[in-house]
């Protein structure tokens, strides 16, 4: 099996068999997490830059981690104290940043396709860290990772996305990935933070918490979007923990067999209780620990295909 895709700009335009194509490669780099020495020689002559024009603790860490650890040579670019602030397009940024002799671009932009319009401007291979509300494709896939990591695949697999799923990236990539592999997704929100359509992506949806929840094998949690939230989509941050926060009382709905996710950072008291989020069914860190691998996979797969 191959990979057809020379960037990775969202799960949503990828076949199930290259989204497993990962997950299986992934599982090598993960084994090499757990060695003394867990750097390999691998990309060691490529050079990378990691390009984060929004805020961003685990990707931009774990891409460099991934990087570092394939022997490639890393450039962080934030923001903060580049020439950016003084007007330059991002086309030019990314232009001057390849002339360089930079071979790839990690990106993380507030703007939709931004990923998109980087590979085709640009001529360069891109590889999505989250562009504005569209797609997290990373994410989606270490979450992908570390579900079958438990459950061994995906069909009869009872997935709840709960939160707000309207303003989410991460949920978009879940979506898309999940529905490929065949589990059975539920969207779980109040009504104004449910996607404006969310029949486009053809599954469930409940604005019934306590019968989505009921059986359900895996609960993805979302970080409720505080930098959003000032167009009143909620009443107050204690009202939506009452109703739809993941409290002990509400985790003892799911099935016996089941695990807690979140992508990070959490709302502590908001969206997830603490004692929830620290509890033994609670996988967070494993798929923190998980992304590095992915990401390690993602750079080895596309770095194959520079020359093609
Ligand atoms: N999950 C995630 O994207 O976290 P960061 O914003 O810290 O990268």
Not at 69 to 96: C, P
Not at 193 to 213: K, M, R
Not at 268 to 292: C, H, K, M
């Amino acid at each position: 099996m191959s990979f057809y895709h020379h960037s990775l700009l969202g799960l949503r335009e990828l076949s199930a068999e290259e989204i497993l194509y990962i997950l299986d490669e992934a599982k090598a780099f993960r084994q090499i997490l757990e060695r003394d020495i867990k750097k390999v020689p691998t990309l060691r002559w490529l050079t990378v830059v990691n390009l984060f024009y929004e805020p961003s603790t685990r990707t931009r860490i774990s891409f460099e981690l991934a990087e570092k650890r394939l022997s490639a040579d890393v450039i962080n670019f934030t923001q903060s104290g580049t020439s950016v602030a003084k007007g330059e397009s991002l086309r030019d940024t990314v232009n001057n940043i390849l002339a360089m002799k930079v071979d790839m671009v990690v990106v993380r932009h507030s703007s939709v396709s931004a990923p998109n319009y980087i590979e085709r401007e640009c001529n360069v291979q891109v590889i999505n860290a989250g562009d504005g509300t569209n797609e997290h494709p990373t994410q989606g896939l270490l979450d992908l990772y570390t579900i079958r990591e438990k459950f061994g695949q995906f069909s009869g697999l009872k997935v709840v996305i709960l939160g707000d799923i309207r303003h989410s990236r991460v949920a978009h990539s879940n979506i898309w990935g999940l529905k490929k592999l065949g589990a059975k997704v539920i969207l779980c929100a109040p009504r104004t933070l449910l996607p404006q359509y969310p029949e486009v992506f053809g599954v469930d949806v409940s604005t019934n918490i306590e019968e989505a929840l009921s059986g359900a094998n895996v609960v993805n949690v979302l970080r409720l979007q505080l930098e959003r939230q000032k167009a009143g989509y909620i009443p107050s941050l204690r009202e939506y923990r009452m109703f739809w926060g993941l409290t002990q009382e509400r985790v003892k709905l799911l099935d016996p067999d089941h695990i807690i996710m979140h992508p990070g950072p959490m709302n502590r008291g908001v969206e997830i209780d603490p004692d929830v989020a620290d509890a033994n069914d609670s996988v967070i860190l494993q798929q923190v620990t998980n992304g590095v691998a992915i990401r390690m996979a993602v750079l080895y797969i596309l770095a194959g295909k520079i020359n093609e």
